[in-house]
């Protein structure tokens, strides 16, 4: 059965959510996702029709993926971080009918955001719908719709949509252009939220979840279709909030949670004894900020079960991870092995466009059922992704594995030194080493019509910067090709906030050294 709604019944006493304290049960998400699919079907939507949803995590986000998917509709993923421009962006290029938002949650003005949209873009908006109370004056000519007024009316009972119709966008997080739309189907949300279950022991008889990562997201999303299809309970967080996490781990025995780098250290520091969250037994990490080496070391120190993650939008997240096993060195190396039975992995030159071996490293290509049906209203993209045989070509740089692949870092972020493809974490591990350096990131830029490493260093408090110690130390330990041209002090590496977690911007940084550069 490849309906999403597979994932919220037969479900046995327990609750499927804890949120705000109360328990949510399946058979209430899955009542009030019927009763707001009659009010959507009220207000026109019909299949293939587009719902916006831009809110945090919430039982309310389920409820609207579910009465979309019963309808035949797609629900569009907008993260709550995003601006005018963006949300303008979204909702207008998606066409979406129908914005569903929560005007007052935790202070945020949302509708003084909105205010800033030109209405006139957005020329498939037909209403607004509203949780927790009416937003008061809007200008354009939308209907504004209270959230509860639309669940007023009798349950839909039909389900209109199969496997292949389509539940759900994802926008992609690139940045140098208008990010695509990638649009999943009930069969590939289904099917992987079993493979992961399986793959993860998301249905051992005691396993709970925290939810910290938002739903907008693939990271989100995978592991909440994945504890609804092991039927077992998540501790749901509106928004990471370490204190709070701290808190519900504990009181709740969660057994598994998903994080970035950031927000595991961010929860790390709430608590000052050495093994403070006992009951975690598997923690996936994604590290976007720093050497995933020093995130494991910290986990060693403070007890957390760390292994290494891969997932992009495309396949979706938690599509390969590291056993619980493996060692601290194989724990903390993105990929691991390949969570479905039926998905595929190769490895390709770039430049020569051959098939590599297992071992030698190129651009990573996968394939399997949690493959994207494509780039939403973009057939010429989706064509340049996907292969003939159906391998999706991923802009990462990675090698082959027996059972899998070790991810090393983006094509775009991977620097070609001395005819060599270098991870730049190799470099920036090196520089980290030094005691008065907090963390490094190196980036390559243009030199004598050749690529030069060049390192951007955040130094621990107190310190004083050193550019000639930072270039002695890689000289004394690397090739010359890798020892960078030069190296600046920077207060903070530039970020952007994206549904996933917090990315450092190498894009800027690589700008930033070749203004330096002259």
Not at 253 to 277: C, G, K, S, W
Not at 500 to 505: D, E, S
Request: hydrophobic share 45%; with cysteine; aromatic share 8%.
């Amino acid at each position: 059965m490849h309906q999403l709604d597979s994932l919220l019944h037969p479900w046995g006493a327990g609750p499927a959510l804890i949120f705000e304290a109360e328990p949510v049960y399946a058979e209430e998400i899955r009542e009030g996702a019927a009763r707001l699919a009659a009010g959507l079907r009220a207000k026109g939507v019909e299949k293939g029709d587009r719902v916006a949803v831009w809110l945090p995590n919430c039982p309310e986000w389920l409820e609207v993926l579910f009465a979309c998917a019963q309808i035949g509709a797609i629900a569009v993923a907008v993260n709550t971080r995003f601006k005018s421009a963006e949300v303008q962006d979204i909702v207008g290029r998606a066409g979406a009918k129908i914005l569903i938002l929560w005007p007052g949650f935790r202070g945020i003005d949302f509708l003084a955001i909105l205010k800033g949209v030109n209405v006139a873009a957005l020329t498939a908006l037909k209403d607004l719908v509203v949780i927790g109370g009416n937003p008061g004056v809007w200008d354009g000519e939308q209907e504004v719709v209270a959230f509860d007024e639309l669940k007023a009316q009798g349950a839909l009972t039909e389900y209109a949509a199969g496997g292949e119709e389509g539940c759900a966008i994802f926008t992609t997080s690139g940045t140098t252009s208008a990010p695509k739309f990638v649009l999943h189907n009930h069969r590939s949300t289904v099917h992987h939220a079993n493979d992961v279950v399986q793959a993860f022991s998301y249905d051992d008889s005691d396993a709970s979840f925290m939810l910290a990562v938002p739903l907008c997201g693939v990271f989100g999303y995978a592991q909440m279709m994945a504890t609804l299809a092991a039927r077992r309970p998540t501790v749901m967080l509106p928004s990471f909030d370490p204190s709070a996490a701290a808190n519900l781990i504990r009181r709740h025995r969660v057994t598994h949670m998903n994080a970035t780098d950031d927000m595991l250290e961010a929860l790390v520091a709430q608590e000052e004894e050495p093994h403070p969250f006992p009951s975690l037994r598997r923690c996936g990490f994604a590290s976007f900020n720093r050497d995933a080496n020093e995130t494991m070391r910290m986990g060693k120190a403070r007890g957390l079960p760390l292994v290494g993650l891969y997932g992009m939008s495309e396949v979706q997240a938690l599509f390969a991870g590291q056993a619980p096993t493996d060692s601290p060195e194989q724990r903390a190396l993105g990929g691991g092995k390949l969570v479905s039975p039926q998905a595929r992995v190769r490895v390709r030159d770039s430049d020569t466009g051959r098939l590599l071996a297992p071992g030698e490293q190129g651009e990573l290509e996968l394939s399997g059922p949690s493959l994207m049906a494509g780039y939403f209203g973009d057939p010429e993209a989706t064509a340049e992704a996907i292969t003939d045989d159906g391998y999706i070509r991923t802009g990462d740089l990675g090698y082959q594995t027996p059972d899998g692949f070790v991810f090393l870092a983006r094509m775009g972020d991977a620097m070609r030194l001395g005819g060599f493809l270098v991870n730049p974490a190799e470099i920036s591990s090196q520089i980290e080493d030094l005691p008065e350096v907090a963390e490094a990131q190196v980036v390559a830029v243009s030199h004598d019509g050749r690529a030069r490493p060049f390192a951007f260093v955040v130094l621990v408090s107190g310190n004083d910067f050193d550019e000639g110690r930072v270039l002695a130390h890689c000289a004394a330990r690397l090739a010359k090709f890798k020892v960078p041209i030069g190296a600046q002090q920077i207060a903070r590496f530039p970020v952007a906030e994206s549904a996933n977690g917090t990315k450092i911007q190498r894009k800027k940084l690589r700008q930033m050294a070749e203004d330096l550069m002259g």
